[in-house]
């Protein structure tokens, strides 16, 4: 059992590219996160989504766009990527909408020049 | 609004005890997380606490004051290890975590 898997491991993007961050998960989790996480701030959700075929914002949304068409992946995409969306981002996933816990893939480092 | 504080970087000594401290001011309560998270990779969970009180699991302790808005990770017999940080996070009536910035404890042999 993977877990949550996330790809690529890293990426350099040139400003204006369009870039999609993978993630998969094989624990049949219900919710699925996308998070930033930059130096000194705390993790900042960007979307999320409580069930297949459903998302929401986060804290963060501008600039990115998800999808959830079935219960395994979470796909979050940069339509057009800016130097500030330069972050390490995490995908995570619980269970249940509630208070179970989130479990992390192991990141993208994401640059944009 | 929603808040969460929590010291930016603590030194202990290999062995010894650490209290990490979290304050937090949320839109409703849910429930606290302490995460572990080493450098360059995912956080991992530690503990979770709904209800006033201390758990205790292994080395590691996490006490919650609801009325407070305060909890605190107590880190016994320090490895060097254990060298991370060390991220607190808040559910709030949304049932969404809110992070603190992380605590970067370094430990010294």
């Known amino acids: 059992i993977a877990g949550i898997t996330q790809a690529p491991t890293s990426q350099i993007l040139a400003a204006g590219r369009r870039m999609t961050l993978r993630c998969t998960q094989d624990?049949?989790?219900?919710?699925m996160y996308w998070y930033r996480q930059d130096l000194g701030l705390g993790l900042r959700l960007i979307h999320y989504?409580?069930?297949?075929?459903?998302?929401g914002k986060g804290e963060v949304p501008d600039g990115y766009s998800v999808s959830r068409a079935n219960t395994d992946d979470f796909p979050l995409t940069l339509a057009s990527a800016v130097p500030s969306q330069t972050s390490v981002y995490f995908c995570?996933?619980?269970?249940?909408?509630?208070?179970?816990?989130?479990?992390f893939g192991p990141g993208t480092r994401l640059t944009v020049l | 609004g929603q808040n969460i504080d929590q010291p930016t970087e603590m030194t202990a000594t290999e062995g010894a005890i650490v209290q990490i401290n979290c304050t937090y001011q949320?839109?409703?309560?849910?429930?606290l997380f302490w995460y572990q998270q080493h450098a360059g990779e995912a956080p991992t969970f530690l503990s979770y606490?709904?209800l006033d009180g201390l758990e205790e699991k292994g080395r590691f302790s996490s006490f919650l004051s609801r009325s407070k808005g305060y909890s605190y990770l107590l880190l016994k017999e320090l490895q060097m290890k254990d060298s991370a940080s060390y991220l607190c996070?808040?559910?709030?009536?949304?049932?969404?975590?809110?992070w603190g910035a992380g605590t970067k404890l370094i430990i010294k042999p």
């Open positions: 989504s409580n069930t297949a075929g459903t998302t």
């Open positions: 624990m049949r989790h219900n919710a």
């Open positions: 995570a996933s619980k269970d249940g909408e509630n208070t179970d816990t989130q479990y």
């Open positions: 949320t839109s409703g309560f849910n429930g």
């Open positions: 606490n709904v």
């Open positions: 996070a808040v559910t709030d009536s949304n049932y969404q975590l809110i």
